[in-house]
């Protein structure tokens, strides 16, 4: 069963422009929302997680905005660089324990 | 962040073979570790969640005796792939979970993968 959904599959933004990509869950037992980086034959590296008692959490040129109402959430990437060019994951989880992912996105910051 | 390192990165085996793949926290202690299997251009699927001293638990659909789990020690899971065969190939990723201190949170740290092919 997928519990979290992800949108879009893929993206290409134009270096310089933000990136959005999109999250919905459905449990609404979840209490963290982090969201990982993986690159080409790496594992995923945690980029920024954000708690349901928290609207909106921002990490450098990383923003997410959490929607408890709407079961939703978001990351922004501001200032997109060719070096963001990698797959995104949002996923959930419930009191420390295992993590589920969204489907991924393929992000493509094009010069 | 902390660091968690698996053993092989890659590995190449005929059907009928076993293979294990190590999974260690370096700089910390991980009580839980917990196993994903991941197919080309698509997300992690948690195989297992396994627990230091204990028997793990698996995901629905996964199979136990296929996929043995030991987590000998606090900084150490393994996972054997029994009798693999062409259609166990995949991206295998393991990560730990690191106790947050001071009353902060705690995080989950990643692996850079094995990737297993069964000829």
């Known amino acids: 069963q997928q519990q979290v959904k992800q949108s879009p599959q893929s993206l290409i933004v134009q270096k310089g422009g933000i990136s959005i990509i999109n999250c919905a869950y459905e449990?609404?037992?979840?209490?963290?929302f982090p969201w990982y980086q993986q690159f080409p034959g790496k594992g995923p590296a945690l980029l920024i997680a954000i708690r349901p008692d928290v609207s909106e959490k921002k990490e450098g040129r990383f923003t997410i905005s959490f929607n408890k109402s709407a079961k939703q959430f978001s990351l922004h990437i501001m200032d997109s660089q060719p070096g963001d060019s990698a797959t995104y994951f949002c996923?959930?989880?419930?009191?420390?324990?295992?993590?589920?992912f969204g489907t991924g996105t393929k992000l493509q910051v094009i010069p | 962040g902390a660091v968690v390192s698996q053993h092989p990165s890659r590995v190449i085996c005929k059907s009928g073979t076993s293979v294990k793949i190590e999974c260690r926290s370096l700089d910390f202690q991980a009580t839980t570790m917990f196993w994903y299997r991941q197919f080309p251009k698509q997300s992690l699927m948690l195989m297992a969640t396994s627990n230091e001293g204990s028997k793990a638990t698996y995901e629905q659909g996964v199979e136990k005796d296929k996929f043995l789990i030991n987590h000998a020690s606090l900084t150490l899971s393994t996972l054997t792939v029994t009798s693999a065969h062409p259609e166990d190939s995949s991206f295998y990723i393991c990560s730990a979970r690191q106790r947050g201190s001071g009353g902060g949170e705690d995080t989950q740290y990643f692996g850079p993968g094995t990737r297993l092919t069964v000829l």
């Open positions: 996923a959930a989880s419930w009191g420390y324990q295992k993590v589920t």
């Open positions: 449990n609404t037992a979840f209490d963290y």
